[in-house]
């Protein structure tokens, strides 16, 4: 069992996932898609000096900011580390708010690369008509996929067009397996989360994330690098710009913060996950309880 903890941001994953290794001899793997990025420290919340040096962290700013990070070589980086990690002994612990991230590393992935043009063709196609290219280049796959899954179908059209070969057959040839992840869901009421949220915005504000921006785009990192979609930093750049006025950016940051907590609601919403309620408890008391159920091996261990 190898524990994934995840939940919307500002639930506390990180204080948990550091105790937790404190107890059970861990280490991390950063499964945030935004704390990959070297320079951007502020505004993607990562673990702190402090916790880094208490726990040992992994593909924590790691990234150039003008290269996009995809989910296949989080796979295949992550994968690593956890083989790694356990060959010393030690647990791996995966910890991040990506869903994209955690779930492909625990159902597998594609090695076939992304083709953004054709991904951009077949964006402006309706869901009946890429069934029916998917039925007619590859019936096996038409057959057993989730048909109503827009996202895989694409995917399953777009493998096709890059590779020039059926995608039940590609995916056979190029493909990281799986890992047995145990998925543990922490939560808290909205309206909670929504509160801690714009509280770590200002938090954010304070601490000098416009000087932050303004030194990162000073060492030559364009304003168009993929890093600078993360939240709080386009915001940033849109005011330097003279875009939006600041406190119209600092709104924005907590507008986009709280669409973010929603999304990854809805993730992992219809998706297997031992949900862990976090209400009134220390980080500390969920710790205590995910490593009840990794050394019982149970799922049955949720509420709290």
């Not at 890059?162 to 799986?178: F, N, T, W």
């Not at 543990?184 to 921006?213: A, C, Q």
């Not at 849109?238 to 986009?256: H, N, P, Q, S």
């Amino acid at each position: 069992m190898i524990p994934a903890v995840t939940g919307p941001t500002g639930v506390g994953k990180t204080r948990v996932a550091v105790a937790l290794a404190k107890k059970i001899n861990g280490e991390i793997i950063n499964a945030d898609s935004q704390s990959v990025y070297r320079y951007f420290n502020i505004g993607t919340s990562k673990p702190t000096l402090r916790e880094r040096r208490e726990v040992r962290h992994h593909l924590v700013g790691i990234n150039p900011p003008e290269k996009q990070f995809t989910a296949g070589e989080f796979v295949e980086k992550a994968g690593r580390f956890i083989a790694k990690i356990e060959k010393q002994g030690k647990v791996p612990i995966v910890c991040g708010g990506t869903g994209l991230y955690i779930t492909a590393l625990k159902e597998g992935i594609s090695k076939i690369k992304s083709s953004p043009e054709i991904r951009r063709e077949l964006s402006g196609k309706s869901l009946e008509r890429l069934l029916a290219m998917l039925k007619k280049i590859d019936p096996e796959m038409y057959g057993k996929i989730d048909r109503r899954n827009r996202v895989r179908v694409m995917r399953a059209v777009e493998i096709f067009l890059v590779a020039g070969r059926p995608p039940s057959k590609a995916l056979e040839e190029s493909y990281i397996q799986g890992l047995p992840l145990t998925i543990f869901y922490l939560s808290l009421p909205r309206e909670i989360l929504y509160e801690r949220t714009n509280r770590r915005v200002d938090d954010m504000i304070k601490r000098g994330l416009l000087r932050e921006v303004k030194g990162i785009l000073k060492r030559g990192v364009s304003a168009s690098a993929p890093a600078f979609n993360s939240i709080g930093y386009r915001e940033m750049v849109d005011y330097l710009t003279g875009k939006i006025a600041f406190w119209e950016a600092v709104e924005k940051i907590k507008a986009r913060t709280r669409e973010l907590v929603r999304k990854q609601e809805i993730w992992w919403r219809k998706r297997e996950v031992v949900k862990i309620n976090c209400f009134g408890r220390s980080s500390l008391e969920i710790a205590d309880q995910i490593k009840f159920c990794i050394i019982k091996k149970t799922h049955e261990c949720g509420g709290g």
